[in-house]
């Protein structure tokens, strides 16, 4: 059996979060760094010079998206926030498979238009994925698996946190940080994203979200430092879900579910106690390898590891003409999540998830203890 030639990847911007997408790939057999595009030429320099480093095969670098060969396959969006849905078109216009880094992007209405031109693309058998990379750590599918096949019993509650410490020297390090038009948000839309698609994938669609949010321990910025949310599950299911900058020096990120039958933790990507079918005896060890569970050494690799796993499915979705395990409709879910708290926290009133879907509070104005943006 002949194996198939490795897809070309292109990367889209080219600090941080594209390092880290560039390790992930390295990690993909039937993926390869090919093209990297940013306006900063630097950028572009200094990643090429790492790729050419580490794999002795130096990336073509360029400006701009539309200045790409034709034949590179997948495009990897790790830009600021804001721009995602723009480049994802510009892509898609191209004719490529895409993953955008999360969140889908940070206006409603841009992401409705991405899950418009999503479902088209697929009519032409193109690839849209959202990273949502959680989704295939292994105990955070151990929970998601209890919870839909009625291990738990009835999911009755969830509660999860994400209390984490980002210095004033951090939003001050790009003029984009900390603005609601390119960062869309602080600790919900940025460092609380991820939990809130793993609340949305264990407990299912919410209903209607209350949310409280302040600007308490940084200078110089528009968005939220802290934020407290309860939401309504269409089971019935409610969650309080907490997020926050400003929990010096860190914490864990923390999951917990609980049903009638049993219950499940996931901290910091690793599986806590679990336990099932109504009996008593906790029973991760039984469900998840050694070094998958809390208390295992993760080790450098495992940010590149949660990538990689999330990039092979993307490249089985290509290969077996499928959609992907996460695709706009998933994220887009989370994003309406999230954009419901800061319209509800803003108001001071419940909002219904399905007044944000609709489009009719989607791009409603927001504020942390400022002006309305």
Known sequence: MTTPSP???AIVGCGII???????????????????????????????????????????EYARIEDMPADVDLVAICTPSGTHVDLAERALARGTHVVLEKPLDVSMERGLRLARAAEAAAERGLVVSV????????????VAEAAHS???????????????????????SGAWRGTWALDGGGAVMNQGVHTVDLLVWFLG????????????????????????ATLRFESGALAVFHATTAAFPHAPVRVAVYGSAGSGTVEDDQL?????????????????????????????????????????????AIREERAPRVGVPEALLSLAVVRA???????????????????????AGVR??????
Do not use: C
Request: proline fraction near 4%.
């Open 18 to 60: 594209g390092v880290n997408h560039a390790q992930a790939i390295a990690r993909v057999e039937g993926l390869r760094v090919t093209a990297l595009v940013d306006d900063v030429p630097a950028m572009a320099t200094a990643l090429a010079d790492q790729i050419a480093a580490e794999s002795g095969q130096r990336p073509a």
């Open 7 to 9: 897809l070309s990847v």
């Open 368 to 373: 942390t203890g400022g002006v309305i943006a």
């Open 150 to 172: 009625g291990r738990f019993g009835r999911v009755t509650s969830a509660v999860a946190s994400v209390p984490w410490w980002r210095s004033q020297e951090y939003y001050d």
């Open 205 to 228: 669609r919410p209903v209607e979200i209350f949310a409280q949010t302040g600007l308490l321990a940084h200078e110089r910025i528009e968005i939220e430092d802290v934020a407290t």
């Open 272 to 316: 806590g106690a679990f336990y099932v079918d109504g009996d008593e005896r906790e029973r991760s060890a039984d469900v998840v390898p050694e070094g998958e569970r809390v208390g295992d050494d993760k080790g450098p690799a495992s940010f590149a590891e949660a990538h990689a796993r999330q990039y092979r499915d993307v490249l089985a």
């Open 341 to 363: 708290m800061y319209v509800s926290a803003t108001s001071g009133e419940p909002v219904r998830i399905d007044a944000i879907l609709s489009g009719e509070l989607s791009d």
């Open 131 to 142: 990273i949502s990379q959680h989704r295939f750590d292994p105990g955070a599918v151990v």
